[in-house]
């Protein structure tokens, strides 16, 4: 059991010629402007109900889709590509223990295990700490990793917590 590289593998020394800079992931990902734009537009306007964000050519974070008020949890959900990560955020309404109706902005980092490759889920573990940066005031984070995680019970069940 020797610990020598996968063949073809680069140096590991490659990625560490320049320390990342702010706003920018390990894995050398960074997070365009529009994320944050429309970050600020579903959480201040309160006019989506979700936006999707994908890692676009493996350097930067972008917006994938989003969806007015009107559209459902469904809606959001069927946005999630069965065969790739994505990063997404969902504007939903829960009931407190106490029957209260409250609201919270949640964050989803979607990462089906079946038909993803290890990269891509590396890829998208590595950067999500970049995004959440940038989302600042997010209370909430999801994982799902398949689309049991993504009842709707279920997580709002998580949000009245």
């Keep these: 059991g020797s610990s020598t590289l996968e063949p073809g593998a680069p140096p590991a020394t490659a990625q560490l010629s320049q ?6 992931a ?4 960074t997070v365009k ?6 970050y600020n537009r579903i959480k201040m ?3 989506l109900k979700y936006c999707v964000f994908k890692i676009e050519d493996k350097k930067h974070i972008v917006n994938d889709c989003q ?4 559209e459902t949890w469904q809606d959001f959900v069927s946005k999630l590509p069965e065969d790739e990560p994505r990063y997404a955020l969902c504007d939903l309404d829960y009931e407190t223990t106490d029957g209260r109706t409250q609201n919270k902005l949640c964050f989803f980092f979607w990462s089906p295990d079946d038909k993803t490759s290890v990269k891509d889920r590396m890829l998208y573990a590595s950067s999500k700490d970049a995004i959440k940066k940038k989302l600042v ?3 909430k984070e999801i994982q799902a990793n398949d689309s049991s995680d993504l009842d709707e019970k279920s997580v ?3 949000l009245a917590r």
């Design 33 to 38: 402007d529009e994320v944050v734009e429309v």
């Design 67 to 70: 969806g007015s008020k009107e």
């Design 137 to 139: 005031g997010i209370m």
């Design 26 to 29: 390990m894995s050398g990902v």
């Design 156 to 158: 709002l069940a998580e």
């Design 45 to 47: 306007q309160k006019d």
């Design 19 to 24: 320390p990342p800079s702010p706003g920018q």
